[in-house]
């Protein structure tokens, strides 16, 4: 990855990258680059992080503004020896601290921006590496990038294939997101590679232009940017916000065939579905992964797309061993909205259904823990290892995660074990509200240990009528009232996904959750 740019320059690549903002790296590079220019950028940057002190196994840690350049970065610490570790700056200060402090980082690279935020918050952010390089901005103590500029990029320095290559956090739903170790072998040879086999359908093609909508702090994207670029589509458009009218122009300028996004962005979108000349009508793939898409949005892009065959690709995994199960949305079957998360990865994936408690295996169609067998499993969580090695098994990787593997190898999936009730799914209930409640943004159910669930619905405006919930919920079990809020009322993740565990508490004072919780 260290030399990722350096070769399809070489090779010739004629892909050309668009950005809605430019980069936070170069602010003043313009939005259009092609692939030589990247790798200049990527020689450049490896040439500060050397001037800045980073060496050979050493912690580079990227905390910023969301955007693609968060794998600039890391391929520039790579270049140079250094394990880079990516953290969204949507992370809170607390759980940001707790992190600092497991990686021991030798180079912090961030903004003055953030500096500030955290500093209001109690957090001297400057202090918690040996070098803090700021990219703009000042702060006490801080490396300037003005100060690290002309340094000369060492020859890129290989490393085993089994050595730490990069780090990655969870989403952090349920409390502080470990740190997950990947290797070259894990993430590039397991993921990365499989991944760029040219497929009829699904594969990129080099007259296709790909956007991407991602939290680029996260292991998905690192993955994607070698697959991405080994494929040479004619054009990669990068989208950094979540905000459909900033994002619209970009995608009306570079209309897309291939979309991979958030599924919180994928709801954020959808309203540019409804309008005139949208600018998903030339897509053939929607693609999505690191949460559920429920239903009515699958459709609203499926629908969208002037395509004669448009497909849904829905990917179900975990940063600790990328996908493991992956299924394919039509016109057709997204009317069904089963809570199907697809088949396991032929060659690459085994799943098992266990019992919680005892850990024996349960028979096809009963419901119980999952555990998956994959060569690209993770090497370890950084500063937590008897977090990790309560989570393996032998070969097998304890997802947390409820499910049910069926007689015909397609796998549901419930509900997080921390999350499971006996009273009904979370996940298949919030699929039925949304279903029936078209005012809805997003719909989440919150399991509680003595209580019925209590039900969030998440509308434009914060208001639900009466009659729509006492419609929505006939033959449902039971669950408390509502409580209707607007998007940014919800805690969420860099990825999106909703922080139940701390929605609940906001919202009843409790952190009690009806699962164990002791395989998050």
């Not at 020896?81 to 707790?98: D, I, K, N, R, T």
């Not at 898409?293 to 629908?303: D, F, G, K």
């Not at 950084?382 to 997802?399: L, Y």
């Not at 007689?407 to 799914?425: I, K, Y």
Request: net charge positive.
């Amino acid at each position: 990855m260290g030399v990722l740019f350096d070769e399809c320059a070489r090779r010739g690549t004629a892909t050309t990258v668009r950005l809605d903002r430019p980069f936070d790296i170069a602010p003043d590079g313009g939005s259009s680059y092609r692939v030589a220019e990247l790798a200049e950028l990527v020689r450049t940057a490896a040439g500060w992080l050397a001037a800045a002190g980073a060496g050979r196994g050493d912690r580079v840690v990227i905390v910023k503004e969301n955007h693609w350049d968060y794998d600039l970065l890391a391929c520039a610490a790579v270049r140079i020896g250094a394990v880079p570790a990516q953290l969204s700056a949507e992370l809170s200060v607390a759980a940001l601290e707790q992190l600092l402090k497991r990686l021991d980082a030798a180079v912090l690279v961030t903004t003055g921006a953030l500096a500030r935020r955290c500093a209001e918050q109690g957090l001297d952010l400057v202090s918690t590496a040996r070098t803090a390089l700021l990219l703009d901005g000042e702060a006490p103590g801080a490396v300037r990038l003005d100060d690290v500029r002309g340094r000369t990029a060492p020859a890129p320095r290989l490393r085993s294939d089994d050595e730490p290559l990069v780090i990655n956090h969870t989403s952090g739903t349920t409390g502080v997101p470990k740190l997950v170790v990947h290797s070259t072998r894990t993430i590039i040879g397991q993921l990365a590679r499989f991944e760029s086999n040219p497929v009829p359908l699904i594969g990129v093609r080099r007259d296709d232009v790909v956007v991407n909508a991602s939290s680029y702090a996260h292991g998905r994207t690192f993955c994607w940017t070698a697959v991405a670029l080994s494929r040479e589509p004619r054009e990669l458009v990068v989208l950094s916000s979540h905000d459909p009218d900033h994002v619209d122009p970009v995608l009306r300028a570079y209309p897309p065939t291939i979309v991979e996004a958030l599924p919180a962005s994928y709801v954020r979108f959808r309203s540019l579905t409804e309008r005139l000349d949208n600018p998903f009508r030339r897509v053939r793939l929607f693609i999505s992964t690191y949460d559920a898409v429920h239903p009515p949005t699958i459709r609203a892009y499926l629908h969208a797309s002037a395509h004669h065959r448009p497909l849904w690709m829905q990917g179900w995994g975990q940063t600790e061993t990328g996908p493991l199960t992956f299924r394919f949305h039509t016109r057709r079957s997204s009317a069904r909205g089963a809570r199907s998360v697809g088949r396991p990865i032929p060659v690459k994936t085994r799943l098992r259904v266990v019992d919680p408690d005892t850990f024996a295996p349960v028979p096809r169609g009963t419901p119980g823990l999952v555990l998956a067998r994959t060569a690209a499993r993770c090497l370890d969580y950084e500063g937590e290892a008897e977090r990790w090695a309560a989570k393996a098994r032998g070969p097998w990787w304890n997802t947390g995660d409820i499910g049910v593997h069926h007689r015909d190898g397609h796998v549901s999936l419930l509900d997080r074990e921390v999350d499971r009730t006996p009273r009904l799914s979370c996940l298949e209930t919030e699929d039925v509200l949304e279903d029936r409640l078209p005012q809805a943004q997003e719909c989440v159910v919150l399991g509680r240990p003595d209580d019925v669930p209590l039900p969030v619905v998440v509308t434009a405006d914060g208001a639900l009528p009466g009659g729509a919930w006492r419609r929505a919920v006939r033959g449902l079990p039971a669950m408390a009232e509502p409580v209707v809020l607007a998007w940014d009322r919800v805690p969420r993740t860099g990825t999106g996904k909703v922080r139940r565990a701390l929605l609940l508490e906001r919202l009843t004072g409790s952190t009690e959750t009806p699962g164990s919780g002791q395989w998050t």
